[in-house]
C-alpha cells in the first residue's frame, strides 16, 4: 500500500430491514385515541409490554385486572383480525370499519357498574364513571386525580370508589382528603346516578405551595412601615 493511500473503512454490516407492515392493531392504533384504563395506565403501554418477551418485568402491569383484561381481549382482537386478513386481505380503512364496533364495545367497555334506577336496567362503564369522578377531584385547588377505581360494594348497586392523589399542603391533608370525598360523593350521586358507599382517598405525591407575595406596607423599610 502506497503511503498516501488511505486504510480502507471495514464494510458496515447489512442491516436487517424493517417489515413493511405491523400487526393489524398497529395500523387501528393509527386512527383511534389511546385511551388510559381505569387504573391510570395507557392501553398502548400495556399492549407493547405484552408483546415485548425481553421487557423486564413490571409489577403493575404483572397484577393490575384491568390492563390484564384489557391486554387478554386486545390478544383476542388481534388473532381475529389477523385471520380475517389472511382470509380476505381488505384495505387499512375497510378493516377498520369493520373491527371498530370490536374495539368500542368489547375492549374499551369494560365492567359495568349498575346506576341507583327504580327499574334497574340503566348501567354505566366503569371508565366512563372514573374519568367523571377523577375530573370531579382535580377540581378541588391543589389536588391532581393520579387513579380512580369503582367496584361494587354490595349485590345491589352500592359502589366502592378507591382513588389515589397528588395534593398540595397549602392545609392539611386529612381536610383535603375530606374536600374529595364530598365532591365525589356529589359527582356520583347528582351527575351519574351512583351509590356511593365509601370513598377511599390515598395520597401518594405531594405538591409544593407557593407563599403569596408580602406586602409592601409589611416588608421592612417599606413606604408604609413605620419610622
Known amino acids: 500500500m502506497a503511503l498516501g493511500d488511505r486504510p480502507s473503512q471495514p464494510l458496515e454490516p447489512a442491516r436487517r430491514p424493517r417489515p413493511p407492515h405491523g400487526t393489524p392493531l398497529d395500523e387501528i392504533g393509527r386512527y383511534v385515541d389511546d385511551d388510559v384504563l381505569s387504573c391510570g395506565q ?39 383480525t389477523t385471520a380475517l386478513r389472511k382470509r380476505t386481505p381488505p384495505g387499512t380503512q375497510h378493516l377498520v370499519a369493520r373491527v371498530m364496533d370490536i374495539v368500542r364495545h368489547e375492549i374499551r367497555l369494560g365492567p359495568m357498574l349498575p346506576l341507583n334506577d327504580p327499574t334497574r336496567g340503566l348501567q354505566i362503564t366503569e371508565h366512563t364513571a372514573a374519568t367523571v369522578l377523577r375530573s370531579a377531584a382535580d377540581a378541588i ?11 361494587r ?3 345491589d348497586v352500592g359502589v366502592r370508589v378507591s382513588i389515589t392523589l397528588s395534593a ?60
Open 42 to 80: 395507557r392501553l398502548s403501554r400495556a399492549w407493547e409490554h405484552s408483546r415485548d418477551s425481553g421487557a423486564p418485568v413490571d409489577p403493575h402491569l404483572a397484577e393490575c385486572p384491568y390492563c390484564h383484561a384489557a391486554v387478554q381481549g386486545l390478544a383476542a382482537l388481534n388473532a381475529a
Open 141 to 151: 385547588p391543589g389536588v391532581t386525580a393520579a387513579s380512580c377505581r369503582i367496584t
Open 153 to 155: 360494594a354490595d349485590p
Open 168 to 227: 398540595g399542603l397549602d392545609r392539611p391533608l386529612p381536610e383535603t382528603a375530606e374536600h374529595v370525598r364530598r365532591s365525589l360523593m356529589d359527582a356520583a350521586e347528582q351527575t351519574l346516578g351512583l351509590t356511593v358507599t365509601a370513598v377511599d382517598c390515598t395520597v401518594i405525591d405531594v405538591q409544593a405551595t407557593t407563599a403569596p407575595p408580602e406586602r409592601a406596607d409589611t416588608i421592612p423599610g417599606g413606604p408604609d412601615s413605620p419610622p
